[in-house]
């Protein structure tokens, strides 16, 4: 549906956009994740086409789009503030877009009503935007943009203005409506959280480039890169070398950890390559008794603890690595806090599936 | 009263000069009105008798009511020019990162400090060079130039407090640069454009210098005043006449600084 090729954005000498490839099918709803300044703003605008891109193409169902200016592209966009029209009320909001159409005013009426019950404001058309909350605006925002019926929705941090509750109730709305309509969604947002559970891919964007596009649990679980790693989820890094590679796997010898067994196919072929060792914190075990067995243990001591509610990250410092590992435990018990009093000696267990490893950059 | 005059000797000295400053800038206008009801044709104390009737003549004068129309047309369409050329000049300056900005926006607010007197004999000059033939025209054009700051001025606060996302989502709503000006910039910035009508129209209604060098034979309202001031038996007619344009452009200052404070914008923009 979306096409993005070798696409770049220079503002003077700053290169905003470095060369970015996507390919976002039709249909799918796909996030651009990224911190502010990598560029995933200024992507989506060149799509939207209020910026011109200096380098590349961009292909919207089949067309080029370098001379379409962003009235005529089969794409509408939430921005991030809403920009509801603050002269008008709802209904002409909504309607703004259907005059060009050249659709009758009692039919525009209908539509109109159609999308306010879509979004589960009716009767509120005589609201002018200043008597909105903002999940209202955003709702608004969304019905401007869908009555046109687009091929592509683009969300520009659609939902970065509103509070935690609401946020997640408009995240479970967005999925509902897009899967219901079947329109392409490419969202922007810097909340690793919110492009996870929306999306059916995510493109990870740092310094102006794509670094990694792949859906939710493949971020997740095989990160390509440290950057990707540690900015999907937590993630405890160590500092490993290669040893001995053999057909069952190979041996890498971690800061911390000891000897690991990985993969043959995931180091590098170089005979003691550096590389780096990364496991999640959910797939470390804290053990209060040293467990049996002599492999994928490690002795610590428990530095503290932090509470989230239905889990409970430990610091642990162990021999050899200068940072606490960080484990994660499910609270699946109430008040076990007397269990993990500060300083008590731990031990943390791993399987070796769950080990994953990065190039030591 | 009496807690004013209880406090402090710097307070009362202040009070004073406020008091003085305050008689010497509206006495000599509130004797206007005052002046324009006296039955006899001296401006003297004590007042010979009040009267209307200086009101009434006014409604015989043919020449007043050509005077008055020249400066009514005259008003409309300069309003209308200047705030027409002041919008893009005021959305520009507010949105764009123009290289020598202030230049510019310095070089057109230029006719805020040059002495209009020097500059209506400068337009004289130029005016006969070309031998264009002097006439409300040639008024029209000096006056423009003479309102663009103001006008926009009044709009620039308009801009700079409007959100540009709302241009882009017009765009993105399928709306080109021609409708979206219509439909979202102009009623967004409709109170601007109403107060720099108002404020041009007033400022060209009153204004002398251009009218008195430019205008050839067709007088506006200030040049007929002036020609009728060597007679002074209709001095208290035109009494009547100031009080009535007094009241007129007063309203229409108040009106215009009501719908969009004469803000500082300009202030703002010399620190910038």
């Given at each position: 549906?979306?096409?993005?090729?070798?696409?770049?954005?220079?503002?003077?000498?700053?290169?905003?956009?470095?060369e970015?490839?996507?390919?976002i099918?039709?249909?799918?709803?796909?996030?651009?994740?990224?911190?502010?300044?990598?560029?995933?703003?200024?992507?989506?605008?060149?799509i939207?086409?209020?910026?011109?891109?200096?380098?590349?193409?961009?292909?919207?169902?089949?067309?080029?789009?370098?001379?379409?200016?962003?009235?005529?592209?089969?794409?509408?966009?939430?921005?991030?503030?809403?920009?509801?029209?603050?002269?008008?009320?709802?209904?002409?909001?909504?309607?703004?877009?259907?005059?060009?159409?050249?659709?009758?005013?009692?039919?525009?009426?209908?539509?109109?009503?159609?999308?306010l019950?879509?979004?589960?404001?009716?009767?509120?058309?005589?609201?002018?935007?200043?008597e909105?909350?903002?999940?209202?605006?955003?709702?608004?925002?969304l019905?401007?943009?869908?009555?046109?019926?687009?091929?592509?929705?683009?969300?520009?941090?659609?939902?970065?203005?509103?509070?935690?509750?609401?946020?997640?109730?408009m995240?479970?709305?967005?999925?509902?409506?897009?899967?219901?309509?079947?329109?392409?969604?490419?969202?922007?947002?810097?909340?690793?959280?919110?492009?996870?559970?929306?999306?059916?891919?995510?493109?990870?964007?740092?310094?102006?480039?794509?670094?990694?596009?792949?859906?939710?649990?493949?971020?997740?679980?095989?990160?390509?890169?440290?950057?990707?790693?540690?900015?999907?989820?937590?993630?405890?890094?160590?500092?490993?070398?290669?040893?001995?590679?053999?057909?069952?796997g190979?041996?890498?010898?971690?800061?911390?950890?000891?000897?690991?067994?990985?993969?043959?196919?995931?180091?590098?072929?170089?005979?003691?390559?550096?590389?780096?060792v990364?496991?999640?914190?959910?797939?470390?075990?804290?053990?209060?008794?040293?467990?049996?067995?002599?492999?994928?243990?490690?002795?610590?001591?428990?530095?503290?603890?932090?509470y989230?509610?239905?889990?409970?990250?430990?610091?642990?410092?162990i021999?050899?690595?200068?940072?606490?590992?960080?484990?994660?435990?499910?609270?699946?018990?109430?008040?076990?806090?007397?269990?993990?009093?500060?300083?008590?000696?731990?031990?943390?267990?791993?399987?070796n599936?769950?080990?994953?490893?990065?190039?030591?950059? | 009263?009496?807690?004013?005059?209880?406090?402090?000797?710097?307070?009362?000295?202040?009070?004073v000069?406020?008091?003085?400053?305050?008689?010497?800038l509206?006495?000599?206008?509130?004797?206007?009105p005052?002046?324009?009801?006296?039955?006899?044709?001296?401006?003297?104390?004590?007042?010979?008798g009040?009267?209307?009737?200086w009101?009434?003549?006014?409604?015989?004068?043919?020449?007043?009511?050509?005077?008055?129309?020249?400066?009514?047309?005259?008003?409309?369409?300069?309003?209308?020019?200047?705030?027409?050329?002041?919008?893009?000049?005021?959305?520009?300056?507010?949105?764009?990162?123009?290289?020598?900005?202030?230049?510019?926006?310095?070089?057109?607010?230029?006719?805020?400090?040059?002495?209009?007197?020097?500059?209506?004999?400068?337009?004289?000059?130029?005016?006969?060079?070309?031998?264009?033939?002097?006439?409300?025209?040639?008024?029209?054009?000096?006056?423009?130039?003479?309102?663009?700051?103001?006008a926009?001025?009044?709009l620039?606060?308009?801009?700079?407090?409007?959100?540009?996302?709302i241009?882009?989502?017009?765009?993105d709503?399928?709306?080109?640069?021609?409708?979206?000006?219509?439909?979202?910039?102009?009623?967004?910035?409709?109170?601007?454009?109403?107060?720099?009508?108002?404020?041009?129209f007033?400022?060209?209604?009153?204004e002398?210098?251009?009218?008195f060098?430019?205008?050839?034979?067709?007088?506006?309202?200030p040049?007929?005043?002036?020609?009728?001031?060597?007679?002074?038996?209709?001095?208290?007619?035109?009494?009547?006449l100031?009080?009535?344009?007094?009241?007129?452009?007063?309203?229409?200052?108040?009106?215009?600084?009501?719908?969009?404070?004469?803000?500082?914008?300009?202030?703002?923009?010399?620190?910038?």
């Open positions: 549906m979306i096409e993005v090729r070798n696409v770049s954005k220079r503002y003077g000498r700053v290169e905003a956009v470095t970015v490839s996507l390919d099918k039709a249909g799918e709803f796909f996030a651009l994740l990224g911190a502010s300044g990598s560029g995933k703003t200024t992507l989506l605008r060149m939207a086409g209020f910026e011109p891109v200096t380098a590349g193409q961009i292909v919207i169902d089949g067309q080029r789009m370098e001379e379409v200016p962003p009235h005529l592209r089969p794409i509408n966009m939430v921005f991030q503030n809403y920009a509801i029209f603050p002269h008008l009320n709802v209904q002409d909001n909504i309607a703004y877009g259907l005059r060009r159409l050249g659709i009758a005013k009692p039919k525009q009426a209908e539509m109109v009503n159609e999308m019950e879509m979004i589960a404001l009716p009767g509120y058309g005589s609201r002018r935007a200043h909105l909350s903002g999940g209202q605006r955003q709702r608004v925002a019905a401007r943009a869908l009555i046109l019926k687009p091929k592509v929705l683009l969300l520009d941090e659609p939902l970065g203005a509103l509070d935690k509750q609401l946020r997640e109730q995240q479970l709305e967005l999925r509902l409506l897009q899967q219901k309509l079947g329109i392409t969604f490419v969202l922007v947002t810097h909340d690793q959280e919110e492009a996870l559970s929306l999306s059916d891919r995510v493109a990870v964007m740092s310094q102006g480039r794509v670094v990694q596009v792949d859906t939710p649990s493949a971020l997740y679980d095989n990160p390509g890169s440290r950057l990707v790693a540690s900015f999907v989820g937590n993630m405890n890094f160590f500092a490993g070398r290669v040893g001995k590679t053999g057909p069952k190979a041996d890498v010898t971690a800061e911390g950890l000891g000897l690991v067994q990985v993969r043959a196919d995931a180091v590098p072929d170089a005979p003691f390559a550096k590389v780096l990364a496991l999640r914190p959910e797939k470390l075990h804290l053990c209060l008794e040293k467990p049996a067995g002599d492999s994928n243990v490690v002795a610590g001591k428990l530095l503290t603890t932090a989230m509610g239905e889990r409970r990250l430990c610091f642990v410092q021999e050899g690595r200068a940072e606490p590992v960080t484990v994660s435990i499910q609270n699946q018990r109430r008040a076990v806090s007397e269990d993990l009093a500060q300083g008590r000696a731990v031990w943390m267990t791993w399987s599936d769950a080990i994953i490893v990065l190039d030591h950059q | 009263m009496s807690k004013l005059f209880s406090s402090n000797a710097a307070n009362r000295s202040l009070f000069y406020a008091a003085i400053f305050s008689v010497f509206y006495l000599p206008v509130l004797l206007i005052l002046f324009s009801l006296n039955s006899g044709i001296y401006v003297k104390f004590p007042l010979d009040l009267t209307f009737d009101y009434l003549e006014l409604a015989q004068r043919a020449p007043l009511r050509t005077a008055l129309y020249n400066s009514l047309q005259l008003g409309a369409v300069v309003a209308l020019i200047s705030t027409a050329l002041a919008v893009p000049a005021a959305k520009a300056i507010s949105r764009y990162r123009l290289p020598g900005i202030r230049l510019i926006v310095g070089f057109m607010m230029l006719p805020f400090v040059v002495p209009a007197l020097i500059f209506g004999v400068a337009l004289l000059a130029l005016v006969n060079r070309f031998d264009v033939t002097l006439s409300l025209v040639t008024v029209a054009a000096g006056q423009i130039v003479i309102c663009l700051p103001y926009i001025s009044t620039l606060p308009r801009f700079d407090t409007y959100d540009r996302s241009e882009e989502a017009s765009a709503l399928g709306e080109n640069a021609l409708w979206t000006f219509w439909r979202i910039t102009v009623p967004t910035i409709g109170p601007g454009i109403l107060a720099s009508l108002l404020m041009s007033t400022i060209s209604f009153d002398f210098y251009m009218a060098f430019l205008s050839g034979t067709d007088a506006t309202l040049i007929y005043i002036w020609t009728q001031l060597r007679f002074p038996q209709d001095f208290p007619s035109l009494l009547a100031a009080t009535l344009i007094l009241i007129f452009s007063f309203g229409m200052v108040l009106a215009s600084l009501k719908i969009s404070g004469l803000s500082q914008s300009i202030k703002n923009r010399g620190t910038k």
